[in-house]
Every structure is written in structure tokens, then in C-alpha cells.
């Protein structure tokens, strides 16, 4: 399997801040990594795929880069709707398809 | 706006099968862009792949679920199912089921059911 390492595990921020979250996978999976939002009780929400293309509605201070196996999630100036878990997840191997544990974005 | 709802028990016992369903709604099951998944949450922890299904019948599936899985697809009522055989209070879980695009440069997972909680107990 392809593990998926997020750092950090939770993260405190304040309203307008810039902040990054790391992913790293134990092996090369080209761009085939995507970023999910998870608020509680609710369904994860597609944010990014392929590691940079921004899904559809999803406002632009989301964005992502990286390659290979080391990829980050920024969002450029938090709001309080971005306050939530989330979730890289890979698709280079289909075998199992894998996520991180998750990053908790908390209001500081 | 494509929907996806799943349906099922809401408890299953221990050692039994559970059973859900996914209807698709606002959008073909039968389109040849796309895949269907499910995805489980047990409460508090994170995201766990189940396993896809093609609207032709062909799968693939976690290989850690792989023996107790089946995921099958009814393109007649647009919808598909998950059996997981043999349950344990391990499997007590949110279980999703989502769409999932294959661009060839890509895959996503671009819409998800709401979500239902089966918890297994006697």
C-alpha cells in the first residue's frame, strides 16, 4: 500500500492567516494526489485533484503543488467557513486507494 | 446537479452481512467517464477506500476488505450496493459512496452521498 503522511496532524489558526499543510507519500505517485474539506457530519468535499487543479466552485485561495511525493495544501487568507479536517487522498494506485490521517484546522 | 443517497439498516449484528444501497439520481450511472465508490468513516477517524465499480460490472476492491466485499451495480434503477460479509464492531462506520472521475492525468472522487452511520452491536 501507499501510505499517505500528513503533517501536521491539527493545526491553529486565526481568521486571515496564510497556512500550509504537508503531504507525503512513501512512494512516487506523479500528481495523482487530491485534496478533500471535512466538516463535521458532513461528507468530504472535493478541493483539489491532480495535486493543483482547483475543482470547480472551490474559491482560489485554495491551492496546491507538489509532485512525486511531497505535496502541499495552501489556503492563501483563512476564513471562517475553512475551519475543518482535511484529507489528501491518492489515486496513482488503485490498489488500495489510499488517504492521509487528516489535518484538523482549528480556530486559534 | 448529480445526487447520490445511501440507504440501508441502520444497525447490523455482529457477524452478519451489511447491506447498502446508493441511488443515483440528476445523472446516468451508465456514463462511460465515471466509476462509483464507497468510502467508510468509523466515528472520529479517517477516510478508509472500500472499493469502485464500473457501470459494466467490473471492480476493484481494498485488498485488506477484499474477501468480505462485494460491490455491485443495477443500471436499471441507477444505483449500486456494498455487502461486507461477516461484520465485526470494527466495521461500525459512516459509509459513503461517491463518484469517482477517471481523466487519465487524474482521479477524483468529485461527489458524495451524504453519508450513513452503521453501527454493528448485538
Known amino acids: 500500500d501507499i501510505q499517505m503522511t500528513q503533517s501536521p496532524s491539527s493545526l491553529s489558526a486565526s481568521v486571515g492567516d496564510r497556512i500550509t499543510i504537508t503531504c507525503r507519500a512513501s512512494q512516487s505517485i506523479s500528481t495523482f494526489l487530491n485534496w478533500y474539506q471535512q466538516k463535521p457530519g458532513k461528507a468530504p468535499k472535493l478541493l483539489l485533484y491532480g495535486a493543483s487543479t482547483l475543482e470547480s466552485g472551490v474559491p482560489s485561495r485554495f491551492s496546491g503543488s507538489g509532485s512525486g511525493t511531497d505535496f502541499t495544501l495552501t489556503i492563501s487568507s483563512l476564513q471562517p467557513e475553512d475551519f475543518a479536517t482535511y484529507y489528501c487522498q491518492q489515486t496513482f494506485s488503485s490498489l488500495p486507494i489510499t488517504f492521509g490521517q487528516g489535518t484538523r484546522l482549528e480556530i486559534k | 446537479q448529480l445526487q447520490l443517497q445511501e440507504s440501508g439498516p441502520g444497525l447490523v449484528k455482529p457477524s452478519e452481512t451489511l447491506s447498502l444501497t446508493c441511488t443515483v439520481s440528476r445523472g446516468s450511472i451508465s456514463s462511460s467517464r465515471y466509476y462509483w465508490g464507497w468510502i467508510r468513516q468509523p466515528p472520529g477517524k479517517g477516510l478508509e477506500w472500500i472499493g469502485s465499480i464500473y457501470y459494466s460490472g467490473s471492480t476493484y476492491y481494498n485488498p485488506s476488505l477484499k474477501s468480505r466485499v462485494t460491490i455491485s451495480v443495477d443500471t436499471s434503477n441507477n444505483r449500486f450496493s456494498l455487502k461486507l460479509t461477516s461484520v465485526t464492531a470494527t466495521d461500525t462506520a459512516v459509509y459513503y459512496c461517491?463518484?469517482?472521475?477517471?481523466?487519465?492525468?487524474?482521479?477524483?472522487?468529485?461527489?458524495w452521498g451524504q453519508g450513513t452511520l452503521v453501527p454493528v452491536s448485538s
Open positions: 461517491a463518484r469517482q472521475v477517471d481523466g487519465g492525468t487524474y482521479s477524483k472522487f468529485d461527489s
